[in-house]
């Protein structure tokens, strides 16, 4: 089984940033990634995703702020949030996918407020 665990959440004060991480307890040099976040009575959302060999994507509405990427080495996946604003206060996820099976973690959560 594989295990993903995210890290790097906590509070933080509005336009301040914050570095997730996600750790994966196997090689992720052939997986697809992924960052989602559900804030607090909404659906979870897609917000960012990378594969080896192809250009990381972000959604539109957070490209600018938010940057996905990669440590194949450490098996981690991070994602930088900058100038952050109370509306991305949520629960962040990592999921990684091999072979159509995915894998998720148990959240972060994110909470930007003064």
């Known amino acids: 089984q594989v295990h993903v665990v995210e890290s790097g959440g906590g509070l933080v004060q509005p336009g301040g940033s914050l570095r997730l991480s996600c750790a994966v307890s196997?090689?992720?040099?052939?997986?697809?990634a992924a960052w989602y976040r559900q804030a607090p009575g909404k659906e979870r959302e897609w917000v960012a995703n990378?594969?080896?060999?192809?250009?990381?994507n972000v959604s539109d509405s957070l490209k600018g702020r938010f940057t996905i990427s990669r440590d194949n080495v450490k098996n981690t996946v991070y994602l930088q949030m900058n100038n952050l604003k109370r509306e991305d206060t949520a629960v962040y996820y990592c999921?990684?996918?091999?072979?159509?099976?995915?894998?998720w973690g148990q959240g972060t959560l994110v909470t930007v407020s003064s």
């Open positions: 990378i594969l080896s060999g192809t250009l990381p």
């Open positions: 196997q090689s992720i040099s052939s997986n697809y």
């Open positions: 999921m990684v996918r091999n072979r159509g099976i995915e894998d």
